[in-house]
């Protein structure tokens, strides 16, 4: 996901996944899945953007420390949090699909 936050960016600045009028930079006239794909893509820039912001080598760096609060937040946001929303969505994406079937025939 992080690897195609340019992409994101593109699509919000430009307001769609559609092409582009190359005068304007914009949409000539964004749909209903225009719209959706931007918020979309709007949420999940902010989600990725709580592990980015988070730098705590910058402190350390330049000499200064890295107090409990800090690494408290650092596991919140990223471990809790991101960590946790992405293996619920993981976990609820394979109990919904069957990986294996089994034949009653033995």
């Known amino acids: 996901m992080v690897f195609s936050t340019g992409t994101m960016n593109t699509i919000i600045e ?11 930079g914009l949409i000539d006239s964004p749909g209903l899945f225009d719209h959706l794909t931007v ?6 820039r902010g989600f990725i953007n709580l592990a ?8 350390l760096s330049t000499g200064r420390s890295v107090t409990w609060g800090t ?15 992405l293996a619920a969505l993981g976990i609820t994406i394979f109990t919904k699909r069957e990986l294996a079937v089994v034949s009653g025939k033995g």
């Open 14 to 24: 430009q307001g769609g996944i559609r092409p582009v009028d190359h005068n304007t």
């Open 52 to 59: 980015r912001d988070f730098s705590p080598v910058e402190a």
């Open 71 to 85: 690494l408290a937040r650092a596991v919140l946001q990223v471990v809790v949090l991101i960590g946790g929303l």
């Open 39 to 44: 918020l979309f893509f709007a949420g999940l």
